[in-house]
């Protein structure tokens, strides 16, 4: 009997081992009174937690490793929006799933904060592009600007949920997205050096018009038929000729997406090739979008700075 | 002398209640879709605006963008320090896209001045490049902002009312926010 009773000891703890080790995100219990916030991707836990600061806790439904494009829910991540007080979306696209989820979870009403209600939103490009402009662009989190519009509209309407901390999040609102503006600042001192602030781009994937038109720039061509899936060699071979037709310079793939095809066209072209973040990948972090997105700001000035003639 | 007609070997009868049974589905299918289309497009806007997503060019787009923001800050100044903030003291803030940086040159490199709107103030930027990007004008009263253009090198009515700008021939630049289609 005692055996069997170890036994079972052993098996409930392999099985809590393994539920742990498969979902890497915090799940403690916040002390009475803090409010827990939910997201879903990277950009929006560095957003929240740093309007929260201490106040309140950020809780990612989604554990960190999946694919955000790629994504299906899963039963342990709906029930982790139970304990929510309210769940900030993207809400454009790139995370459809959670309306889903929170359908399914324990809170159907949950209150929601839509990100990107005050945004200037942009048509979806390259073959993402139907009904007229009706499908948008829903990267508009890889931007400086739009984050810091963002992270205005999330502070005001968690102000609105959690009036005792409302003044605090607002404050922390302003002086994050004061820092995320000498982000941008920093990089164009860099390109300022550099002399030159135009350039004909194509992007591997559709994701980064918001960023480019902070700098003026506007994409000529995108590659990739969806995201994560490889263009057929008939779409390759179109893709090099418009390339070639179009006289682009800089081509901008993607980080942590090492494919053959796009080693195809920077042979075929000879166009330079730079690699952006699209902020999915890693543990989520306060500062990750600041370090993600400095990095992309570098990418950009050093690509504009060897294009310069 | 017994009789018995035995019909030819066929499947006419199946293939009468085959073609039936699909011509019931294709007909309840085109009535689904023919109930279910989308709506027409929306209903043409105003002559006075002009839509941020489709209006706009990819400059203009970034400087709006840019506008908007600009507003949330100016207004948050406005209640600290009692007064608006001129242009010069939002470049030295580093606040897009009053800077002068090379994104404000490589965006029409638009001059900012300020004026009064009566109750509230106005940024009007002139283009010096309206090809690229059209002059601009930021009008913040205590309820919010909006934001103008108009494609010429020229600066906006003074004061710049909706009246004045739209006789004008000033655009009022607007936005509609879009949910994700598969949510």
Redesign the interface.
Known sequence: MSILLNRRLILAGALGAATAAAVPVRAVAAPAGRRRFGVTLHPYYSYVANIVGDAAEVVPIIPAGFNPHAYEPRPEDIQRIGGLDAIVL???????FA?RMIAASAKPSLPVV?S????????AAGTAAR??????N?HSFL?I??S??QV?TIARELGRLDPDNAAAYAANA?AY?RRL??L??DA??K??RAGN??LRVATIHGAYD?L???????VSAVVEPAHGIEPSPAQLAETIATMRKLDVQVIFSELNFPSAYVETIRRETGIRLYAFSHISHGDYAPDLFEREMARNLDTLVLAMAEAAP | MHHQIVRRAGAERETLWVLLAAGVILASAALAVGLRAAPDADAPLAAHLIDSRTGLTAAEQGLYADLKAAGEEIAALRRAGGRAPTPEELAAEALPPFAADPSAAARGGHSWTLAGTGDGVAYAGVSAAPELAGSLVLRLDGHGADIWLKRAAEAPPAPPEDAALTAAGWKRIVSTFTAGVTR
């Open positions: 993207n809400g454009i696209g790139h995370d459809d309306g839509e990107n209600a005050d945004v200037p939103l942009l048509p009904a007229a402009g009706k499908v948008v829903p931007s600007t739009n810091i519009l205005a302003r997205a503006r000498q941008r600042a164009l001192a390109l300022a602030a135009s918001y480019l038109r902070e700098f003026g720039l506007e």
